[in-house]
T-cell receptor, first 115, second 111 residues
Framework: DSGVTQTPKHLITATGQRVTLRCSPR?????VYWYQQSLDQGLQFLIQ???????AKGNILERFSAQQFPDLHSELNLSSLELGDSALYFC??????????????FGEGSRLTVL | SQQGEEDPQALSIQEGENATMNCSYK?????LQWYRQNSGRGLVHLIL?????REKHSGRLRVTLDTSKKSSSLLITASRAADTASYFC???????????FGQGTELSVKP
């Protein structure tokens, strides 16, 4: 158990809908990262937050947004969903942020299926 | 691209054999990390090697880093069926600081 909690574990929804994925980092970790893993794209870095502030951005679509709250949990919002958004979404946390990124602790992921 | 490139993409060996996976990257790094992913599960950190280190050991794992060649290798000795998983390298570049993963090496260890 990494200590990172992601909910929901599974989610099935329809195209055009909006979903929110939630992540609780390990106790004491200030950084949260979001990754998307699909068969054709591999593991894609989406975005990183450190202590409530956005620190790094990757291949995150404009339809997607994220935030980190004062209690350090994070949410990833996916809107106007398309079939291609079906993927495993991972949250990871670490104690420190850029530039001294140490090891990341990953949650078990949220599997999103868009029908 | 900022990701590491793992090689080979897939590796199939017998239990007891050694498995070697390689990773190449682009520019100067702060550190390079290796992770393991069992099918459909979250990634698990295996080992981190800093840019000023050349070799590091952890149990049956040995990681080397050659900054002149911009490459790293992960050696798993005396492999077990339970080592079957995908292995990813993630270089942390001095510029940018994002931890980007490659496509991984899919290791299959047959009993």
């Amino acid at each position: 158990d990494s200590g990172v909690t992601q909910t929901p574990k599974h989610l099935i929804t329809a195209t055009g809908q909006r979903v929110t994925l939630r992540c609780s980092p390990r106790s004491g970790d200030l950084s949260v990262y979001w990754y998307q893993q699909s068969l054709d794209q591999g593991l894609q870095f989406l975005i990183q937050y450190y202590n409530g502030e956005e620190r790094a951005k990757g291949n995150i679509l404009e339809r997607f947004s994220a935030q980190q709250f004062p209690d350090l949990h994070s949410e990833l919002n996916l809107s106007s969903l398309e079939l291609g958004d079906s993927a495993l979404y991972f949250c990871a946390s670490s104690l420190v942020g850029v530039p001294n990124t140490g090891e990341l602790f990953f949650g078990e992921g949220s599997r999103l299926t868009v029908l | 691209s900022q990701q590491g490139e793992e090689d080979p993409q897939a590796l199939s060996i017998q239990e007891g054999e050694n498995a070697t996976m390689n990773c190449s990257y682009k520019t100067s790094i702060n550190n390079l990390q290796w992770y393991r992913q069992n099918s459909g599960r979250g990634l698990v950190h295996l080992i981190l090697i800093r840019s000023n280190e050349r070799e590091k050991h952890s149990g049956r794992l040995r990681v080397t880093l050659d900054t002149s060649k911009k490459s790293s290798s992960l050696l798993i000795t005396a492999s077990r069926a339970a080592d079957t998983a995908s292995y990813f390298c993630a270089p942390l570049y001095n510029q940018g600081g994002k931890l980007i993963f490659g496509q991984g090496t899919e290791l299959s260890v047959k009993p």
